[in-house]
């Protein structure tokens, strides 16, 4: 039993080494660039709805999705709010 035991340990100790050294050798996850503008909507159970805010890529508070330098003048200029934190209206050179 203790013959059995101890070449258990030296398979587990054997695997967990190349697993280990498999983990070392995998390149690190590439993220995608942070997008420069972004379109808080509504959560509606799941689904989005109307935009509610414009943040700046950046933003600590921003959810939603990224939009164009254009789409996000022309949210803004359509009534979406900006975002008090990150105030992508200051950041696009609009003054409301």
């Known amino acids: ?8 340990l ?3 100790r054997a695997r967990i080494q190349f697993l280990e050294q498999q983990e070392r050798n995998r390149p690190a996850p590439i993220r995608p660039p942070r997008p420069d503008w972004l379109l808080e909507t509504e959560r509606l159970g799941g689904r989005s709805g109307r935009p509610v805010r414009v943040h700046v890529g950046g933003c600590g508070q921003a959810r939603g999705r990224a939009i164009s330098r254009e789409q996000a003048v022309d949210a803004l200029g359509q009534g979406v709010e900006a975002c008090y934190g990150c105030r992508p209206d200051t950041e696009l050179g609009i003054l409301g």
């Open 10 to 12: 030296t398979a587990v």
């Open 1 to 8: 039993m203790e013959t059995w035991l101890r070449l258990q």
